[in-house]
Nanobody
Framework: QVQLVESGGGLVQAGGSLRLSCAAS????????MGWYRQAPGKQRELVASITIGHTTNYADSVKGRFSISRDNAENTVYLQMNSLKPEDTAVYYC?????????WGQGIQVTVSS
């Protein structure tokens, strides 16, 4: 099995920054993609950003230029640096990892951006 533990969320004013971390443990295979999703109240879960084992990244249009995803393959950890935060970024953020054995999710962490 695979476990994912997120950290770094919280409350921040609009224009501020937060850095999320997600550590994966368990049966991690060398070919995988890690990502961050978010779900706001009353909305569907959506992709924020993803990064492959080779560091190829993909971003939602709404966060391009403000958020940056990175990873440490040796530590099986993925990060999300969030700058210029907006109230509409408020959501529960989920980390995930996709590998040939399946898709695994963290428990989610709250990010709240006040106006």
């Amino acid at each position: 099995q695979v476990q994912l533990v997120e950290s770094g969320g919280g409350l921040v004013q609009a224009g501020g920054s937060l850095r999320l971390s997600c550590a994966a443990s368990g049966r991690i295979f060398t070919s995988n993609t890690m990502g961050w999703y978010r779900q706001a109240p009353g909305k569907q879960r959506e992709l924020v950003a993803s990064i492959t084992i080779g560091h190829t990244t993909n971003y939602a249009d709404s966060v391009k230029g403000r958020f940056s995803i990175s990873r440490d393959n040796a530590e099986n950890t993925v990060y999300l640096q969030m700058n210029s935060l907006k109230p509409e970024d408020t959501a529960v953020y989920y980390c995930n990892i996709v590998q040939y054995t399946g898709v695994y999710w963290g428990q989610g962490i709250q990010v709240t951006v006040s106006s």
